[in-house]
């Protein structure tokens, strides 16, 4: 993404370890002030490393903010303070949205369809990571069936209104949409 483009809305979706948070960054890199927006919580040692290691990752002039529920807010909060806006990810914030707004399915894609809302509304660019879960075997239980099927609504209202929508695939991104005039 090139400095002082137009806005664009960039959904970088993948499996786990499929290289796309690491596409994800490479697609800015040079694209003057950056706001990394975090949804992850560092609830266990696991967890707190692979922050830890994602945060070295990071090019040092890149602002972090935290947002595990109020992803929203932090959204508008950083529109036309910085060029490109990367939100990773979506996986995360959807399964932190599931504990604190009860599993409900109305409320957390009330929760995406705010989203969007901010993301019609913002100024910078925006590069948001996400998995794709819906291509695996049908979940055992309750609680997993859930989830798959909420992120996967959230997923497509997100690229419903996305410029640009990339599969990584062992580290290969595919294109599955590109609105005319959408480079990055």
Same mark, same amino acid.
């Given at each position: 993404?090139?400095? +002082?483009?137009?806005?664009?809305?960039?959904?970088?979706?993948?499996?786990?370890?499929?290289?796309?948070?690491?596409?994800?960054? +490479?697609?800015?890199?040079?694209?003057?002030?950056?706001?990394?927006?975090?949804?992850?919580?560092? %609830?266990?040692?696991?967890? $707190?490393? $692979?922050?830890?290691?994602?945060?070295?990752?990071?090019?040092?002039?890149?602002?972090?903010?935290?947002?595990?529920?109020? %992803?929203?807010?932090?959204?508008?909060?950083?529109?036309?303070?910085?060029?490109?806006?990367?939100?990773?990810? %979506?996986?995360?914030?959807?399964? +932190?949205?599931?504990?604190?707004?009860?599993?409900?399915?109305?409320?957390?894609?009330?929760?995406?369809?705010?989203?969007?809302?901010?993301?019609?509304?913002?100024?910078?660019?925006?590069?948001?990571?996400? +998995?794709?879960?819906?291509?695996?075997?049908?979940?055992?239980?309750?609680?997993?069936?859930?989830?798959?099927?909420?992120?996967?609504?959230?997923?497509?209202?997100?690229?419903?209104?996305?410029?640009?929508?990339?599969?990584?695939?062992?580290?290969?991104?595919?294109?599955?949409?590109?609105?005319?005039?959408?480079?990055?």
């Amino acid at each position: 993404m090139k400095e +002082n483009s137009s806005k664009k809305i960039t959904l970088v979706l993948g499996g786990v370890r499929s290289g796309k948070s690491h596409y994800a960054q +490479n697609l800015v890199t040079n694209g003057g002030r950056v706001a990394f927006i975090a949804t992850a919580e560092a %609830l266990d040692e696991e967890m $707190r490393q $692979r922050i830890a290691r994602h945060r070295e990752e990071r090019p040092a002039g890149w602002t972090t903010l935290e947002a595990p529920l109020a %992803l929203e807010d932090a959204i508008l909060e950083c529109s036309g303070k910085f060029d490109i806006i990367v939100v990773d990810c %979506l996986t995360l914030w959807t399964s +932190n949205l599931m504990g604190a707004e009860d599993s409900q399915d109305e409320r957390i894609f009330a929760r995406a369809d705010r989203l969007c809302e901010s993301l019609r509304q913002v100024t910078s660019s925006v590069v948001l990571v996400s +998995n794709e879960v819906g291509c695996g075997i049908v979940p055992d239980n309750d609680a997993a069936r859930l989830y798959r099927d909420l992120l996967g609504g959230v997923n497509q209202r997100v690229a419903a209104i996305a410029d640009k929508v990339l599969l990584l695939v062992a580290g290969y991104p595919m294109t599955v949409k590109d609105v005319a005039g959408a480079t990055s």
